[in-house]
């Protein structure tokens, strides 16, 4: 734990993530993300089933998202999938769930991320 407490902190220190900035809060020995861009600040997630706003999605649509779209970031993906039904005029969706799955299914169709094997040469 205290080797990986010393990774993070070098990580948090050289600010070198593209898309989050990390701080390592040694008091509270916690570390607190931000992302750079700050689109979700900009549009809170409500979980009422309000039209202004989609719904959270449960547990099982963000692994359903992590098999049809492998290597992405879901929660980018999930900002990404809001920002496009606001400025696609939010339409009420019948499952919005199965519309962030469709979305990030359609997404690794269109870019699939290519990932190298992992050597294990001894």
């Known amino acids: 734990m205290k080797r990986f407490r010393q990774h993070v ?13 990390l701080v390592f809060d040694e008091e509270a020995d916690m570390v607190i993300f931000f992302n ?5 600040v900009e549009r809170p997630v409500s979980s009422s ?3 202004e706003f989609l719904p959270s999605l449960p547990a099982e649509a963000y692994e359903k ?11 980018g993906l999930e900002s990404e999938w809001r920002e ?8 009420k969706l019948h499952d ?3 519309a962030f799955v469709g979305f990030c299914k359609l997404r690794h169709q ?12 001894g």
């Open 49 to 51: 089933s309000d039209d």
């Open 84 to 91: 496009w039904w606001v400025t696609g005029g939010k339409q």
């Open 9 to 21: 902190k070098e990580i948090a220190s050289h600010d070198h993530l593209p898309d989050y900035r």
């Open 65 to 75: 998202a992590r098999e049809v779209a492998p290597g992405y970031d879901i929660h």
């Open 96 to 98: 919005p769930p199965a």
């Open 110 to 121: 269109r870019a699939p991320i290519k990932r190298r094997a992992a050597s294990h040469d």
């Open 36 to 40: 750079r861009d700050g689109r979700w």
